[in-house]
T-cell receptor, first 117, second 111 residues
Framework: LAKTTQPISMDSYEGQEVNITCSHN???????ITWYQQFPSQGPRFIIQ???TKVTNEVASLFIPADRKSSTLSLPRVSLSDTAVYYC??????????????????FGTGTQLKVEL | DGGITQSPKYLFRKEGQNVTLSCEQN?????MYWYRQDPGQGLRLIYY???????QKGDIAEGYSVSREKKESFPLTVTSAQKNPTAFYLC??????????FGSGTRLTVV
């Protein structure tokens, strides 16, 4: 499984755009990138997933450069409620996980985002 | 609504006791997982199961046991062999390459 590196913490203010970058230098050809959000004493929540270029949904955008060695989660106009830990994960498309259902993912320590007024 | 339910929310264990944490999902997901989270730390994988009657050890399986007799259920037993069981336990499920759906967690404390 590819190792990921992301900042331990970030601070922002309400209304600003926040970009959290994750490094995954040894990402494999069939790996894809997923981001989760976790509030205290809750389970993580899926935010967005991508393989290359750009993916956008109602919550965030995910930018992946051509070499795929990093990715950036972009949160537009954050609010206080976006204060949480954000995890970047890399998972493989290959192996029994694809046909058997499920995909084993490894969670690092994540990035603690703090949004202030 | 479909979802994944963990119970109880809080659990206290005496030294030397075995305790079982419940995890039930009605999402028709094939795969289920148990993670442990310590304060200020990321999630560590304890056990995972791809299909019924099959499960595999994760990174920190010692002192834990699981069963997968039904697709919907994946209970975790914390045995007396687990020397430091106080933690936040999270159950998750998934299907194919879809993202995980997590439960709300069980906070286990040894008293």
């Amino acid at each position: 499984l590819a190792k990921t590196t992301q900042p331990i913490s970030m601070d922002s203010y309400e209304g600003q755009e926040v970009n959290i970058t994750c490094s995954h230098n040894n990402i494999a050809t069939n790996d894809y990138i997923t981001w989760y959000q976790q509030f205290p004493s809750q389970g993580p929540r899926f935010i967005i997933q991508g393989y290359k270029t750009k993916v956008t949904n109602e919550v965030a955008s995910l930018f992946i450069p051509a070499d795929r060695k990093s990715s950036t989660l972009s949160l537009p106009r954050v609010s206080l409620s976006d204060t949480a830990v954000y995890y970047c994960l890399v998972g493989s498309r290959e192996g029994p996980w694809v046909t058997g259902g499920g995909n084993k993912l490894t969670f690092g320590t994540g990035t603690q985002l703090k949004v202030e007024l | 609504d479909g979802g994944i339910t963990q119970s109880p929310k809080y659990l206290f264990r005496k030294e030397g006791q075995n305790v079982t944490l419940s995890c039930e999902q009605n999402l028709n997901h094939d795969a289920m997982y148990w993670y442990r989270q310590d304060p200020g730390q990321g999630l560590r994988l304890i056990y995972y199961s791809q299909i019924v009657n099959d499960f595999q050890k994760g990174d920190i399986a010692e002192g834990y046991s699981v069963s997968r007799e039904k697709k919907e259920s994946f209970p975790l037993t914390v045995t007396s062999a687990q020397k430091n069981p106080t933690a936040f336990y999270l159950c998750a499920s998934s299907r194919g390459l879809d993202g995980y759906t997590f439960g709300s967690g069980t906070r286990l404390t040894v008293v």
